[in-house]
């Protein structure tokens, strides 16, 4: 069956470290991978998208892997800050285009 | 985000009655998607809208109905209300599939 997980239970990480969530898929050939933020209360907002013929990505201090291979993408904050604190979301894209494959999410704290 | 708007915000119902969530979006996007979002269960497609007469049925589309009634508006019918059906729900638009903008989401609780 396919599957998309992320890490299982919630992280909590010491400000100024570097935070890394996982997301593994199983029986999916995805375009592309896309990594979303959500809060309490609040829709998901955007952070990165990487395709399947791309390793990395970098925005700020946020990067993104992608191996196809190993069918995971890491998902890194380095200098991690209290306003990160949220859920993230990874979620896959189809070479239709018609949907998005959504995991479960995983929490993030990071402690002044 | 101001530019995908969702009413009601947070809604009571009771088991058998109509209701609909309403969706509107100021991004002139022509994909719309609706969602549901569970704890443990992440957020699942109920259906998806390419264009006013495109309608698809998501992952879990039984028991809910959809209307694109104009490209920046497209709502979601529940036409008799189970308790099952408590849960949080997203709509969102993207242009050409790809990145997607959430509404704010609409909490529904059925009784």
């Known amino acids: 069956s396919q599957k998309i997980e992320q890490n299982s239970e919630a992280l909590n990480i010491q400000e100024g470290k570097t935070a890394t969530l996982t997301c593994n898929y199983t029986?999916?050939?995805?375009?592309?991978l896309q990594w979303y933020r959500q809060d309490p209360g609040r829709g998901p907002v955007f952070l990165l998208l990487i395709r399947e013929n791309e390793k990395e990505k970098r925005k700020e201090r946020l990067k993104v892997t992608f191996d196809t291979t190993l069918k995971q993408s890491l998902f890194h904050i380095t200098a991690s800050q209290p306003a990160d604190s949220a859920t993230y979301l990874c979620?896959?894209?189809?070479?239709?285009?018609?949907?998005?494959?959504f995991g479960t999410g995983t929490s993030l704290t990071v402690i002044p | 985000d101001a530019d995908v708007t969702q009413t009601p915000r947070n809604r009571i119902t009771k088991t058998g009655k109509r209701i609909m969530l309403e969706c509107s979006q100021t991004?002139?996007?022509?994909?719309m998607y609706w969602y549901r979002q569970d704890p443990g269960l992440g957020l699942r497609l109920i259906y998806y809208s390419f264009d006013v007469k495109d309608i698809n049925k998501g992952e879990i589309s039984d028991g809910y109905s959809v209307s694109r009634q104009a490209q920046a508006k497209f709502s979601l019918s529940l036409e008799s209300a189970i308790p099952n059906q408590t849960a949080l729900y997203f709509c969102?638009?993207?242009?050409?599939?790809?990145?997607?903008?959430f509404g704010p989401g609409t909490r529904l609780l059925v009784l």
């Open positions: 029986n999916y050939s995805p375009a592309y």
């Open positions: 979620a896959l894209g189809t070479f239709t285009g018609n949907q998005f494959y």
């Open positions: 969102a638009t993207s242009e050409g599939g790809e990145t997607q903008y």
């Open positions: 991004k002139g996007h022509d994909r």
